[in-house]
Each structure stands twice: as C-alpha cells, then as structure tokens.
C-alpha cells in the first residue's frame, strides 16, 4: 500500500519536474538586463513578493498528517502561495512568462506600453477651439 502511494505521489508531482524554465518580464516591455536601476528595482519588488508570497504560505491551517493527503495539502499550499506571489508581482508591473518566450513577450508589451502612451496623450490634449460664428450685432447692415 505504501508503495502505491508513493508511486501515486510522484506521478502526480512528476510533472513538476518537467516544468518550463520561467522568467520576470516588466509589462512596460522593457528589459532590465543592462539597466542598472531597473533591476535595482526588481529586486526590491522581488524581495517584497516574496515576503507576501510567505507570508500567504505561513497563514491558514496545515494539514500535520502524513501520506497521500498531506502531500497534496502541502503542494495546494505552495501553489496557493506562489499564486499570492505572481499577484503582488503583477501590481508592481511585472509579468511570469517561460524563458524561451521572455524576449517575443517584452516585445508585444513595449508596443502595449506605447500605445497606452499614445492614448493617454490623445485624452489628456485640449480638444480644439471652434470657431464660432458671427453674432447677428457684428454683422453689417445690408449683408
């Protein structure tokens, strides 16, 4: 029976192994590689999530019991964690994509960012004057 489980244990969290390198993107598209203050700046944002991220993973009640069962309430957990974790990454602009798709993704968020830019600048111009037409008092007599 043991052994059972434990075969059921590792078929269910076998996928986890094969999972997808994955990676942080900004939704603003740009990359922080070669800027020193952008990846000053995931860094904090990073250290924050995490720390949300645990704390989530901390909170609630834990299953104590053993096998099957406990193993999935531990794996739910961490999922339930990591979700808390993309979430506060997602306020703080920054999106979980694989690795293999980061650059085509930053891509399509800086022609995103852009026309974001371009829309908010259309609503934030005055809208232009209109010419009135003349009042009856201005025109001349016998027009």
Do not use: H
């Not at 860094?43 to 609630?60: F, I, P, Q, W």
């Not at 993704?105 to 003349?134: D, I, S, T």
Request: proline share 5%; with cysteine.
């Amino acid at each position: 029976m043991r052994i059972l489980a434990t075969a059921a244990l590792c078929a269910a969290l076998g996928g986890c192994a094969a999972a997808p390198k994955m990676g942080w993107v900004r939704v603003d598209g740009q990359s922080s590689r070669e800027n020193p203050v952008l990846q000053t700046q995931f860094e904090v944002d990073r250290t924050a999530c995490l720390g949300e991220r645990n704390k989530a993973a901390l909170s609630g009640v834990t299953v104590a019991g053993g096998g099957l069962a406990g193993a999935i309430a531990a794996q739910e957990r961490t999922n339930a964690a990591d979700t808390v974790g993309q979430g506060c990454m997602a306020e703080k602009g920054y999106l979980l994509v694989r690795e293999d798709e980061a650059d085509a993704k930053r891509a399509e968020l800086a022609k995103v960012a852009e026309m974001k830019k371009q829309q908010e600048a259309a609503a934030a111009a005055p809208a232009p004057k209109q010419k009135k037409p003349p009042s009856k008092s201005t025109i001349a007599p016998g027009t």
